[in-house]
């Protein structure tokens, strides 16, 4: 079943959205004059983001802390993972990463030189809860005490997530992690407690970051930790865990926060762009939006899994006791959504009503081969999860790209390839924006190169290069590019 869109909520979304409509608008506001003294050369378009538009970065905990046994923190599941031979490249771990635990200050001072006006990053669920449950650490805590009070201090927003897959190892080892309700609760109960203590300062909370990344390659493909591969019945029932977790945790932020909390979450959702902009492949992206994000996105908006979902899990559908679904689409704040890359769908006469389109092989892809390249993600993203779901405030939470990064003789990173990559998606974020489709910020992967998971050091994702051995970062041309945009508040 179609979910519901109020008739004036649709009518604006798509008339502000139909095709060739955005050119027009935004020119709208150039200077006849201006435009005519320029003579034959192109005029450039005022491509301006709104007023308050938030730029950021983002990291997240396992990524870039190290210290790993500092101040009492239990392992994870990544550090077990991690640490067990030949599942992540040249087998690293993130036993000392990028050391920001101890360099969090200078880091900062990396922020402040950008201009960013937010910072994404995520706390270590284990350095809180040593084994997940039970007695809390303080001084775990303390260290993300500091690190918002340093970020407050030179005018950075936090944003705060609290699960970006490092989850206790003790709950893994005593109920099956995600496998579990319990870890369910566990999660929430830790979400609440982290609420109470830091929403005196942070105020936009993110529950879970990217329910596959942890659920699908951890439980099933086995590439990401605890390194499962759980029959069909069994995966479906974490997946479902996740999505309980996450609104168990929605509800106990509410309860604990201090008024004027915001919650969300962090979903890499399939993106699914129309292979034309013809009304009917749209519609047929839409209908893809909902069922390739069915077992995540779609029941957290909705409270309903989609029938196609059920019918083709069958025997193996998830077991839902009473009242998960109300729990689970637990009404959010903002949603966020990391965007990488796109699908490219057309409409086709299967029941469905939708075609995947494969990736033809010749299809660019930065560094990371599944990172194919779909700048018009930044624009269908926003604007399904908009129309679909009537969001009114969206973060992209990530986006950013893998590249091959060598530093110059002069010790500079000339990323050209981050830099176009980077370029043209926010070209289509801003032509979600002119259409006033509700984007209120863009945190851009990363701040700086990282433990890139199972791709361990060999892949780097951040605006600043590091070199491992000495931590020293340097700003690559995309820092500078972004440095300016965020400057102008405009494309170039
Ligand atoms: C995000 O995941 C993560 O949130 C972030 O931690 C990460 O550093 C960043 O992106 C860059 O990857 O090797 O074929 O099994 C993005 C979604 C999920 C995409 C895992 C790559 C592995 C594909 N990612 N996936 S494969």
Redesign the pocket.
């Known amino acids: 079943m179609a979910p519901r869109v109020t008739r004036r909520k649709f009518a604006k979304v798509a008339s502000a959205a139909a095709i060739g409509a955005s050119a027009g608008s935004v020119a709208a506001g150039a200077p006849a004059a201006a435009q005519r003294s320029a003579g034959t050369a192109p005029q450039p378009l005022p491509r301006a983001f709104p007023s308050a538009f938030l730029w950021g970065t983002a990291t997240?905990s396992y990524?870039v802390e190290g210290a790993v046994h500092d101040d009492g923190r239990g392992p994870s599941v990544w550090d077990t993972f991690s640490h067990t031979a030949g599942k992540v490249v040249n087998n690293a771990n993130g036993d000392v990463a990028n050391d920001h635990y101890h360099r969090y200050k200078q880091d900062v001072q990396l922020m402040k030189a950008l201009g960013v006006k937010s910072y994404r990053f995520s706390i270590a669920w284990p350095r809180v809860f040593p084994q997940g449950d039970g007695a809390p650490n303080p001084k775990g805590l303390d260290f993300y005490n500091r690190l918002v009070d340093e970020l407050l201090a030179n005018g950075i927003q936090p944003f705060a997530t609290l699960y970006?897959?490092d989850l206790p190892q003790s709950l893994q080892d005593r109920v099956g992690g995600w496998e579990s309700r319990d870890t369910s609760n566990a999660f929430a109960n830790y979400a609440g407690y982290v609420a109470e203590r830091i929403t005196d300062r942070v105020k936009h909370i993110f529950t879970i970051?990217?329910f596959?990344?942890f659920v699908d390659?951890g439980y099933r493909?086995g590439?990401?930790a605890p390194g499962l591969k759980l029959p069909p019945g069994r995966f479906n029932q974490t997946r479902h865990h996740a999505v309980l977790g996450h609104g168990l945790a929605v509800q106990a932020i509410r309860a604990k926060a201090k008024p004027g909390t915001k919650v969300g979450v962090a979903e890499?959702m399939t993106i699914c762009a129309p292979v034309i902009e013809t009304p009917e492949h749209v519609e047929a992206a839409v209908r893809a939006t909902r069922e390739r994000n069915a077992a995540y996105m779609t029941v957290i908006q909705e409270g309903r899994y989609t029938e196609l979902y059920l019918s083709t899990a069958g025997a193996d559908a998830p077991k839902v006791a009473s009242g998960d679904l109300k729990i689970i689409s637990s009404p959010l704040d903002f949603v966020g959504i990391?965007i990488?890359t796109a699908i490219y769908v057309r409409a086709d006469e299967s029941p469905q009503g939708f075609a995947i389109v494969p990736h033809p092989k010749s299809f660019p892809h930065m560094l990371?081969?599944?990172?194919y390249i779909g700048p018009e993600a930044l624009y269908w993203g926003p604007r399904h999860v908009a129309q679909i779901w009537q969001a009114n405030e969206i973060y992209i939470t990530?986006n950013?790209c893998?590249s091959s990064d060598i530093p110059a003789a002069d010790g500079v990173v000339y990323d050209t390839d981050r830099v176009m990559y980077v370029r043209n998606y926010l070209t289509q974020l801003q032509r979600a924006t002119s259409e006033g489709i509700p984007v209120r910020g863009y945190f851009l992967?990363?701040l700086m190169d990282?433990f890139?998971?199972?791709?361990g050091y060999t892949n780097r994702?951040g605006l600043h290069y590091v070199d491992y051995d000495t931590q020293k970062r340097t700003p690559k041309l995309s820092a500078a590019f972004y440095k300016e945009m965020i400057a102008r508040n405009a494309l170039m």
């Open positions: 997240a990524q970006h897959w970051n990217e596959g990344a390659l493909a590439v990401h890499n990391n990488y990371s081969p599944w990172l990530e950013g893998s992967w990363s990282n890139e998971w199972a791709d994702f």
